[in-house]
Nanobody, 120 residues
């Protein structure tokens, strides 16, 4: 059974940093890309970045403007999203997803999300 569980969200002041984790069980990072998204009410879900251990690549959508870094640790079965210089507009629910590396837009598995709130 595949399970993705995000953690690390919370409230932070503008300019602060957070490191989100996505604990993955039941999948191999060599077979699945790990992808981070964010969602705010009334807006489309935004893709942030993807890490592919199979392809040894990390790609970003531009969301976060270079302030966000995605990584994956196959040994510990976790993907990470490190965010710095947080702004109020980064307030969102952040989700991780797993997509087979051969079908990278087939987001087969999702976590439940973790809330990030950036405010004074």
């Amino acid at each position: 059974q595949v399970q993705l569980v995000e953690s690390g969200g919370g409230s932070v002041k503008p300019g602060g940093s957070l490191r989100l984790s996505c604990a993955a069980s039941g999948i191999s990072f060599l077979e699945y890309d790990m992808v981070w998204f964010r969602q705010t009410p009334g807006k489309d879900r935004e893709i942030i970045g993807r890490v592919s251990r199979r392809l040894s690549s990390t790609t970003y959508s531009g969301v976060g403007e270079g302030r966000f870094t995605v990584t994956a640790d196959n040994m510990h079965g976790a993907a990470y999203l490190e965010m710095s210089g947080l702004k109020p507009e980064d307030t969102a629910t952040y989700l991780c997803a797993a997509a087979p590396w051969r079908t990278p837009e087939n987001y087969r598995y999702w976590g439940q999300g973790t809330q990030v709130t950036v405010s004074y």
